[in-house]
């Protein structure tokens, strides 16, 4: 019997994967062939590792804005979130929630958009075991009177999947305070919340987030760290940080994840609850496997770190409590006996 590989090792663990946006997991062939059987333009380009380069997240975001917009067919929506469940599964997700951008597919109906995405995550549980769940993403760059039209619209087409909102896109100059109003009503609509912050903007948007929003979760988060204050205070009240690897080498100035003053590692070691997960893999030219990698072979997250790390992701989650109570058990010794094995 061959023994397996460190890397398969990594691949083998189970994981939650609480931060992936479904139109940055398109992967290039699909987006060339949803592209012209839509006939829709693509940014011009001579090779992917041309069209997949950015100097900082404004540049990014115009790039997966420009891609979402090969998706338009209700099998197209099913398409991309099948293969990003057949990935994220091949890479030892059980569980995955995560973003849409309705905006980004300019006039395609929510109708069209979750009836796809709801077949896609059907048949990738079905086929792969993988759960899932939709969170969209309100883009705040559009301003909080689209962001009440998007949750009139999410809340007209709603589905027993999609199970939070999301506030995404580029931080400054769009804090979080004007989006109060909608998150208010999102919650008394039974919707969970979470918010990037942090990652291109300041650490008082996290506490706003936190305060003004009142979020479950945070995404990204790094730049809390220029606030000492509110470390302790997340440290105190266990918020969880769903954090991207890859991601900050492209987005933020952390562009070298084995400085030993890394946002993750330091937010790591300050006792912050940090979940690892892939962002907008194939855009990042990454995976979740990879990302789990950095971390333990990078960042400084030993054993019992991933462990920790893992099974809060878990908790974290907006899964049922039954299913949350019954991973944990069971994956408990799972884990160990993987990281046994990569001891
Ligand atoms: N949308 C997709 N990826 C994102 C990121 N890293 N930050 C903000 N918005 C995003
Ligand atoms: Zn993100």
């Known amino acids: 019997m061959q023994t397996a590989t460190r890397s398969e090792l990594v691949r083998a663990l189970p994981k939650v994967e609480l931060h992936v946006h479904l139109e940055g997991t398109i992967q290039p062939h699909t987006a060339v062939d949803l592209a012209r059987k839509n006939s829709v333009s693509l940014p011009a380009f001579d090779s992917v590792e041309d069209l997949y380069s950015y ?31 057949q990935s994220a599964s091949s890479n030892g997700a059980r569980h995955v929630e995560f973003f849409i951008s309705p905006h980004a597919h300019d006039g395609i109906p929510f109708s069209v958009q979750f009836e796809g995405i709801v077949k896609g995550m059907t048949d990738a549980e079905t086929d792969f075991g ?8 309100i883009n705040r760059e559009l301003g909080p009177a689209a962001a009440e039209e998007y949750l009139d619209e999410i809340l007209a087409n709603r589905c027993d999947q999609l199970l939070g909102i999301g506030l995404d896109y580029y931080e400054a100059p769009y804090p979080p305070e004007p989006f109060a109003e909608v998150f208010a009503r999102a919650r ?11 990652e291109a903007g300041p650490a008082a948007y996290v506490r706003s987030s936190i ?54 590692r330091r937010m790591k070691e300050a006792g912050l609850v940090v979940s690892i997960n892939s962002d907008d893999p194939p855009m990042f030219r ?7 990698e950095a971390a333990m072979d990078v960042l400084g997250f030993g054993p019992a770190d991933m462990k920790r790390s893992i099974l809060a992701s878990i908790e974290h989650s907006w899964m049922d409590d039954a299913t949350k109570k019954l991973w944990r058990s069971e994956w408990d010794a799972e884990i160990d006996r993987i990281l046994d094995q990569m001891a």
């Open 55 to 85: 100097s900082d997240l404004a540049d990014f975001l115009v790039i997966y804005t420009a891609l979402a917009k090969s998706v338009v067919e209700v099998d197209d929506f099913r398409r991309i979130t099948y293969e990003m469940l």
């Open 130 to 137: 993988v759960r899932s769940a939709i969170v969209p993403g």
């Open 188 to 198: 008394r609509n039974g919707l969970h919340l979470t918010a990037h912050a942090g």
């Open 211 to 264: 305060d003004v929003l009142k979020v479950d979760r945070i995404d990204h988060g790094y730049n809390i760290l220029e606030d000492p204050d509110l470390v302790a205070r997340c440290r105190e009240s266990g918020i969880m940080f769903t954090c991207c690897p890859s991601t900050t080498t492209h987005t933020t100035s952390a562009r070298d994840l084995s400085a030993p003053d890394h946002p993750i």
């Open 286 to 292: 990454t995976d979740l496997g990879k990302e789990y």
